[in-house]
Every structure is written in structure tokens, then in C-alpha cells.
């Protein structure tokens, strides 16, 4: 009855390849969110989708591409990966009301070495 | 760039001891959001605070919220060894765009 669920849990890669994350929510939300927490805890969004239509693109490279098949899923595809893209990588869900935030449920993070 | 700032940035206290984080921010806001994240987890939600609302409790969790000082406070009472983990503060920009944005967290040890 996993609420938000990522897979994989670890991804250990070398650079230079492409990788995606796969993220699905049961909780009937309307928004998806993708983060990125750095090895100092610091969280910060990336990505935000409302019903696969893409609402929030924060400075990120464009090596990195969000994907939403349906208002369930966003997966994350990563292409030519550098030693900085080493972190964990969260995908979040909320119901969405207005303008206000809701509060957002994480999953448990993919964590992403690159070798 | 607005930015929740939590302090102070790690905690050690005794079982049933209080803790008490402050979080402060730079924007005005409609709410505020408090998260814990357990180690190799992800964040869970604690308590949501409206910018009209002064203060609101859930269980042993009080947090308060003073929106002329831009700040606010997550108290847990009587802590107990499975309240160890990062706290982070989280808050939207009224009038800007939807996005959350999360303070560095305040790491919290209870010691048995």
C-alpha cells in the first residue's frame, strides 16, 4: 500500500551513461514533483508536473528530462550523467488547490553514485 | 532567493527532554510546512500553518508562526529516541509560483 514509489532504491552508474528513475503515486494527486538532495541535505526542486502538463522547471540541465505518461507517474531520464549528478533523488505528490501548497507525500529517494 | 533557514543545524538532547528548531524566511508567504526525514528515508509531513494561524498542535508537535519576524518554531515535547531525524522547514511564496522550498534542516539526536 506503498503511498509514492521510486524505483530503483540504488543506482550506481558510470558516467557518461543514460539512466532513468521511475516514480508512481496510488494517492489520486494531481501534482508530481521531482527533487534533488545533495550530500549536505539540502532539497530542491526540479521538476513539477500537474496533470502531465509540466507547471514548474527550475534551472536544471537538460540532460535531465521529465516524462508524466499519466497523472500517476513521473519518470526521470537522465542522459550523459556527471559526478555532480551524485545525489538522492525524490519524487513527491500532492493534491493540488489554487495557488496554496498542499502538504506533499516523498517517496523513500533513489540514490544515484556516479562512478 | 527565498530561502527557509533552520537552526540551529543539529540537536542533541536526553530522552523527554523538549526540542525546539526555528525556522526563518525571507518572503511573505500563505503557509508554512514542517517535515521530518528518518535516515535513508524520505520526508514525511508534520503540520501545515496558514499565515493567519499563530500556532497549531498535533500530538507532542506545537509550531508556531510570527509572520512580522518571518519565523517559526517546531517544538516536540517529551522527545523520545524515535523522534532522531532532520527536521525541515518548508515554505511557499505568496503571490509567486507554487513551488515549496525547504530549508537545510535542523538534525535532531535523542539520546535514550
Known amino acids: 500500500d506503498t503511498a509514492v514509489s521510486q524505483t530503483p532504491k540504488y543506482l550506481v552508474t558510470q558516467m557518461g551513461n543514460d539512466k532513468s528513475i521511475k516514480c508512481e503515486q496510488n494517492?489520486?494527486?494531481?501534482?508530481m514533483y521531482w527533487y534533488k538532495q545533495d550530500s549536505k541535505k539540502f532539497l530542491k526542486i526540479m521538476f513539477s508536473y500537474n496533470n502531465k502538463e509540466l507547471i514548474i522547471n527550475e534551472t536544471v540541465p537538460n540532460r535531465f528530462s521529465p516524462k508524466s505518461p499519466d497523472k500517476a507517474h513521473l519518470n526521470l531520464h537522465i542522459n550523459s550523467l556527471e559526478l555532480g549528478d551524485s545525489a538522492v533523488y525524490f519524487c513527491a505528490s500532492s493534491q493540488r488547490t489554487g495557488r496554496s501548497n498542499q502538504p506533499q507525500h516523498f517517496g523513500d529517494g533513489t540514490r544515484l553514485s556516479i562512478l | 532567493s527565498q530561502q527557509g533557514e533552520e537552526d540551529p543545524q543539529a540537536l542533541s538532547i536526553q530522552e523527554g527532554e523538549n526540542a525546539t528548531m526555528n525556522c526563518s524566511y525571507k518572503t511573505s508567504i500563505n503557509n508554512l510546512q514542517w517535515y521530518r526525514q528518518n535516515s535513508g528515508r524520505g520526508l514525511v509531513h508534520l503540520i501545515l500553518i496558514r499565515s493567519n494561524e499563530r500556532e497549531k498542535h498535533s500530538g507532542r508537535l506545537r509550531v508556531t508562526l510570527d509572520t512580522s519576524k518571518k519565523s517559526s518554531s517546531l517544538l516536540i515535547t517529551a522527545s523520545r529516541a524515535a523522534d532522531t531525524a532532520s527536521y525541515f522547514c518548508a515554505t511557499d511564496n505568496q503571490g509567486g509560483s507554487e513551488k515549496l522550498v525547504f530549508g537545510k534542516g535542523t538534525k535532531l539526536t535523542v539520546n535514550p
Open positions: 494517492l489520486g494527486h494531481d501534482t
